[in-house]
């Protein structure tokens, strides 16, 4: 994979291709992300799990009502915790209750109380969630994420490789060989399958650049 091809799969503009395009081509190679039809479906992915390899931390700016994506933040309390109609974006004191509430007593998480939610909260270019899965990444990466979780969001190359990572450890080379791109994103996102037509078309766009049918 050259820069160009790097660039025309992801859509970056240069700035972005000078940032991201080593870390990435490593952390690729580190995990095996080595044939056109994994490189494709992975860069397709990082690409939404990103907003465009530009955001490498969870935000909670959400509306009251969007806020019904997380079954564990209570329906009496989201128009409170929710973006107000004066505001433009959640004040990061609510952003942390959500979290923490979004994320509470699950894969390692303690309960709303303990902070883990917004601690754990999505980092890195897959954004890493829940104290379990940064115990594994650090695990394998060679690194202290538990106690430095942001260090996903401050280093270019963990947010690349922590990426990388997810996606070999969890099958989705695999799913990629197949030509599974839908398996992908439920091993990434879950049954719900969040925004699959927008990841379809990220697909098709790296798939073409990397010249597969």
């Not at 050259?2 to 799969?9: C, E, G, P, S, V």
């Not at 970056?12 to 081509?25: G, N, Y």
């Not at 007593?105 to 709303?112: H, I, K, M, Q």
């Not at 909260?121 to 897959?126: I, P």
Request: proline letters at 4%.
């Amino acid at each position: 994979m050259d820069r160009d091809t790097f660039q025309r799969a992801a859509a970056l503009t240069d700035a972005l291709t000078a940032r991201w395009f080593e870390p990435v081509s490593a952390a690729m190679t580190e995990f095996a992300i080595n044939t056109p039809a994994r490189r494709a479906a992975f860069l397709a992915q990082i690409r939404h799990e990103s907003g465009g390899l530009t955001q490498l931390t969870e935000s909670f700016n959400y509306r009251p009502e969007a806020l019904a994506i997380f079954s564990r933040v209570p329906a009496t309390m989201r128009a409170t915790l929710g973006r107000h109609p004066n505001e433009t974006t959640v004040p990061l004191a609510r952003q942390q209750q959500i979290a923490n509430l979004a994320y509470a007593s699950r894969y390692g998480n303690g309960d709303a109380a303990s902070g883990d939610g917004w601690r754990f909260r999505g980092r890195g270019l897959k954004q890493i969630t829940f104290r379990d899965n940064y115990r594994d990444c650090a695990r394998a990466l060679g690194v202290d994420l538990v106690s430095h979780p942001d260090g996903l969001a401050t280093d270019d190359h963990l947010a690349a490789r922590s990426a990388a990572w997810f996606w070999a450890s969890h099958g989705c080379n695999e799913q990629a060989d197949k030509g599974d791109f839908a398996a992908t994103t439920r091993i990434i996102n879950g049954p719900a399958m969040d925004q699959q037509a927008r990841r379809e078309t990220y697909h098709a766009a790296a798939k073409t650049a990397f010249a597969i049918a």
